[in-house]
């Protein structure tokens, strides 16, 4: 009973905070939502953003980098399947056709940071610097979220773990 109650006054604080710091970016024909990165150990030296990029115009658009001061070095990654392993790996650019929403998410494309010189706390959040083609440059902020899986489970309820982390990213809207 008081376990019920719990969770749903933390699902109240998590809707409402929600609600109050809801975040997304227009540029041009692009509509950034949600930027977000996983809380990492205080000694950390990287870590990792996501977001999804909704393209309303005809023309495809590309990411081609991001910058953050608070990484020294920025890099467009995917995650893969090698060998029945998940791997990241560096990407030259990530692409967002027409009239579509590319998503950058836990287990797939993501913006690494490495060489933090800050590590950022649960609930706050940094400045993230995002290059376009033909959008050009956007300035997003990122929400440090609750790591909710850890990157080194490996591949074994790695689905159920991601459809978690959606979960929570919607009831943060
Ligand atoms: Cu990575």
């Given at each position: 009973m008081m376990k019920t109650l719990k969770s749903l006054l933390m699902a109240t604080a998590l809707l409402t905070s929600g609600l109050a710091s809801a975040h997304e970016f227009e540029a041009g024909q692009l509509h950034i939502d949600h930027p977000w990165s996983k809380e990492v150990p205080p000694m950390s030296s990287v870590a990792a953003a996501f977001f999804s990029v909704a393209n309303h115009g005809d023309q495809a658009d590309t990411l081609l980098r991001a910058e953050s001061p608070i990484a020294g070095k920025v890099e467009l990654h995917e995650h893969a399947h090698e060998n029945g392993m998940m791997k990241m790996r560096q990407?030259?650019?990530?692409?967002?056709?027409?009239?579509?929403?590319?998503?950058?998410?836990?287990?797939?494309?993501?913006?690494?940071?490495?060489?933090?010189?800050?590590?950022?706390?649960?609930?706050?959040?940094?400045?993230?610097?995002?290059?376009?083609?033909?959008?050009?440059?956007?300035?997003?902020?990122?929400?440090?979220?609750?790591?909710?899986?850890?990157?080194?489970?490996?591949?074994?309820?790695?689905?159920?773990?991601?459809?978690?982390?959606?979960?929570?990213?919607?009831?943060?809207?």
């Amino acid at each position: 009973m008081m376990k019920t109650l719990k969770s749903l006054l933390m699902a109240t604080a998590l809707l409402t905070s929600g609600l109050a710091s809801a975040h997304e970016f227009e540029a041009g024909q692009l509509h950034i939502d949600h930027p977000w990165s996983k809380e990492v150990p205080p000694m950390s030296s990287v870590a990792a953003a996501f977001f999804s990029v909704a393209n309303h115009g005809d023309q495809a658009d590309t990411l081609l980098r991001a910058e953050s001061p608070i990484a020294g070095k920025v890099e467009l990654h995917e995650h893969a399947h090698e060998n029945g392993m998940m791997k990241m790996r560096q990407v030259k650019d990530i692409q967002v056709a027409a009239h579509a929403t590319q998503m950058l998410k836990p287990g797939g494309y993501h913006v690494m940071m490495f060489n933090l010189k800050s590590v950022p706390k649960l609930g706050e959040t940094f400045p993230l610097t995002l290059y376009f083609q033909h959008a050009g440059k956007v300035e997003v902020e990122v929400k440090v979220e609750k790591a909710d899986y850890n990157m080194a489970s490996g591949h074994s309820g790695e689905d159920a773990h991601n459809h978690h982390s959606h979960m929570n990213h919607d009831t943060m809207h």
